[in-house]
């Protein structure tokens, strides 16, 4: 069934946004005259429940300097949350609102059926999700 | 009566009084403190022979400029020359300043100095600052004496504007695409940043 808009739960509810994240990679490279910082070779982002692992992940300031905005994951990523798990080309995780945009052919799957849509937008506070753009579920014939 | 005795009493000041301004005069100089000028330079006598011992330069500081234009500048309390030739300095700081913006300075407790092979090994609790907010923390460095090549093979802990953080090894040098200058932290980079730390 195709469908332009749907929202599932995701993950498991009230995920904390002030809860520390963690980043672990192979390298980080952080640019002298920008100061833009950049995390390359496996990168796997922590948080609560959360994980989103990327192949390259650029951490966007905060205006001030003091904190980070958003994270940029790009080249492949996926999410993990409780026994949800979505993937996409690209992620963008802003911290400071709790909320991981992911577009670019989303695949989710929860439990045996999946779902595709061009992008999907996770609220990890609420534990919900939006699928939009061209929303198709796949359902597993058979099973019990 | 009382007129002669006053010029008396008069004429007797006018003698007495000049001849003890005299005396105190004549006698200041023998009881004022002795000063005596071979003594007051305090110095230990290690000093003299630590001196003696090796080549010493006090206070030296080195800069220049790189042929790509980055400003690089070294100063130390003193670099002593060693048995086996190498210069090893002390207090060790050095300024980098990129020509594509940014700058870094180096903090060491030691440091050698191998003017030969263009290369300074800094020692102890080295301290890395740059402009970029991130502060490294490590226990040894190599850094090129004439370009842009900073590398700390051991363990580097750092803070900065994106949270603490921990890598394996960690070195400053120019990208080979863009040309700009960046810390490139590898062999395992492990972050953590609180949001909730940050004021809102």
């Known amino acids: 069934s195709v469908a332009?808009?749907?929202?599932?739960?995701?993950?498991?509810?009230q995920q904390d946004p002030n809860a520390p994240v963690e980043l672990a990679a192979d390298q980080l490279a952080v640019d002298q005259a920008s100061g833009t910082a950049v995390f390359t070779g496996n990168v796997l982002i922590g948080q609560g429940e959360m994980r989103l692992s990327?192949?390259?992940?650029?951490?966007?300031?905060?205006?001030?300097?003091?904190?980070?905005?958003?994270l940029e994951a790009t080249g492949g990523v996926t999410l993990v949350s409780g026994q949800d798990a979505a993937e996409a080309a690209r992620a963008d995780y802003n911290i400071e609102s709790g909320v991981i945009v992911m577009t670019g052919d989303v695949l989710l799957t929860q439990g045996t059926n999946a779902l595709t849509a061009e992008r999907m937008t996770?609220?990890?506070?609420?534990?919900?999700?939006?699928?939009?753009?061209?929303?198709?579920?796949?359902?597993?014939?058979?099973?019990? | 009566m009382a007129a002669d005795r006053y010029t008396r009493m008069v004429t007797f000041f006018k003698v007495a009084l000049p001849?003890?301004?005299?005396?105190?005069?004549?006698?200041?100089?023998?009881?004022?403190?002795?000063?005596?000028?071979?003594?007051n330079i305090p110095f230990a006598e290690t000093e003299i022979d630590e001196r003696i011992r090796g080549q010493q330069v006090t206070g030296p500081f080195f800069s220049g400029v790189t042929s790509r234009g980055d400003r690089i500048s070294f100063s130390a309390t003193n670099v002593v020359t060693g048995e086996d030739r190498s210069q090893e300095a002390h207090d060790l700081n050095a300024q980098l300043d990129f020509s594509t913006?940014?700058?870094?300075?180096?903090?060491?407790?030691?440091?050698?100095?191998?003017?030969?092979?263009?290369m300074a090994t800094l020692l102890g609790d080295i301290l890395i600052d740059?402009?970029?907010?991130?502060?490294?923390?490590?226990?040894?460095?190599?850094?090129?004496?004439?370009?842009?090549?900073?590398?700390?093979?051991?363990?580097?802990?750092?803070?900065?504007?994106?949270?603490?953080?921990?890598?394996?090894?960690m070195r400053i040098t120019s990208n080979e695409t863009n040309g700009n200058v960046e810390i490139l932290f590898s062999g395992g980079v492990m972050l953590v940043y609180e949001p909730g730390k940050q004021e809102k």
């Open chain 2, 101 to 118: 913006g940014g700058s870094v300075t180096l903090e060491a407790t030691r440091g050698k100095i191998e003017l030969g092979n263009d």
């Open chain 1, 122 to 144: 996770v609220n990890l506070e609420s534990g919900t999700a939006q699928m939009s753009g061209r929303v198709k579920s796949i359902l597993q014939p058979g099973g019990d």
């Open chain 2, 130 to 169: 740059s402009t970029t907010g991130f502060r490294m923390v490590t226990n040894t460095v190599i850094t090129s004496l004439t370009g842009i090549d900073v590398t700390a093979p051991g363990e580097v802990r750092a803070t900065g504007p994106a949270g603490t953080l921990t890598a394996g090894q």
């Open chain 1, 4 to 13: 332009q808009g749907t929202s599932v739960a995701f993950g498991t509810l």
């Open chain 1, 54 to 70: 990327a192949a390259r992940v650029k951490v966007i300031y905060a205006e001030n300097q003091n904190g980070i905005e958003r």
């Open chain 2, 19 to 39: 001849l003890i301004a005299l005396a105190i005069l004549s006698t200041l100089f023998l009881l004022s403190s002795r000063i005596r000028p071979g003594d």
